[in-house]
């Protein structure tokens, strides 16, 4: 197995169900710091969900509020921002990372504090992202997940890395549909990146199945400048 290859989008998204990912990288190019975060379901209750923009941050929102069964790990803040930090998360760990960021701790040490979803028997990982522009840019990824079947303990892993041209990674929640669902498995997957967000979302949006896909930001931001280009698709349009 070549640990160095790099997979198209459309390699690592054949299964029906990988459930939330997230990929952070750099384009081919070296200009664009990239993000992307998109949301999969299978019950009615995750499905009746898109994304929206308010004040610079992303959302799940309901699609249709009569018909919410239980907002509690559906609904939250996605993307948000604070100071030259762009984070990226499947959960409200998103608040969680900037808050501790502005309390003088870190995306790590603030994940600490948190750990995989109470929705048994799947017992969900948190997967998040720190996108950082402070002196120059690199980013990390981190995911939470229980040591076992009983949820007896949380393993946090985080990964940090130097920006290669062409390269990004991937880390999703599942590897797989079953129930309960399979829990992703080793580092975050490498990921072509090309220049064009165009491109890149249409690659993912056709990629994920066409049943349980939801909704997708991708994010380009310009290195550079700090100019920034934004796609949001939801499957569903209010």
């Given at each position: 197995m ?5 997979n198209?989008i ?12 997230i ?6 190019d070296?200009r664009s710091?990239v ?26 929102e ?5 018909k919410?069964e239980?907002p ?11 100071g030259r ?8 760990q ?7 960021i502005?309390l ?6 603030a994940l600490?504090?948190?750990?995989f ?10 997967i ?11 980013y ?8 076992d079947?009983?949820?007896s ?5 985080t990964f940090e890395?130097?920006p290669i041209?062409g390269l990004?990674?991937?880390i999703?929640t ?5 129930n309960?669902?399979p829990?992703?498995?080793g580092?975050?997957?490498r990921?072509?990146?090309p ?6 979302s249409?690659?993912i949006?056709e ?7 939801i ?24």
């Amino acid at each position: 197995m070549d640990i160095y290859k790099i997979n198209t989008i459309k390699e690592l998204t054949r299964d029906p169900y990988v459930g939330r990912g997230i990929i952070a990288g750099l384009s081919e190019d070296g200009r664009s710091a990239v993000a992307a975060y998109f949301i999969m379901g299978r019950s009615a209750n995750s499905r009746n969900r898109v994304f929206a923009e308010h004040g610079g941050a992303v959302f799940t929102e309901p699609f249709d509020a009569s018909k919410v069964e239980d907002p509690s790990l559906i609904i939250y803040a996605a993307v948000r921002e604070i100071g030259r930090k762009l984070i990226v998360t499947n959960g409200d760990q998103t608040d969680t990372i900037v808050e501790g960021i502005r309390l003088g701790s870190n995306f790590s040490g603030a994940l600490r504090t948190r750990e995989f979803e109470p929705d048994a028997p799947n017992l969900t990982p948190r997967i998040s992202a720190e996108l950082d522009f402070s002196d120059g840019f690199n980013y990390k990824m981190s995911i939470l997940k229980s040591e076992d079947e009983k949820g007896s303990q949380c393993a946090r892993y985080t990964f940090e890395y130097a920006p290669i041209a062409g390269l990004g990674h991937f880390i999703h929640t599942y590897v797989g549909d079953g129930n309960p669902l399979p829990t992703f498995q080793g580092e975050p997957e490498r990921v072509a990146i090309p220049n064009s967000i165009e491109e890149f979302s249409r690659d993912i949006w056709e990629s994920l199945n066409e049943d349980n896909k939801i909704s997708l930001f991708v994010r380009y931001t310009d290195v550079r400048t700090g100019g920034v280009n934004q796609k949001i698709i939801n499957k569903y349009v209010k």
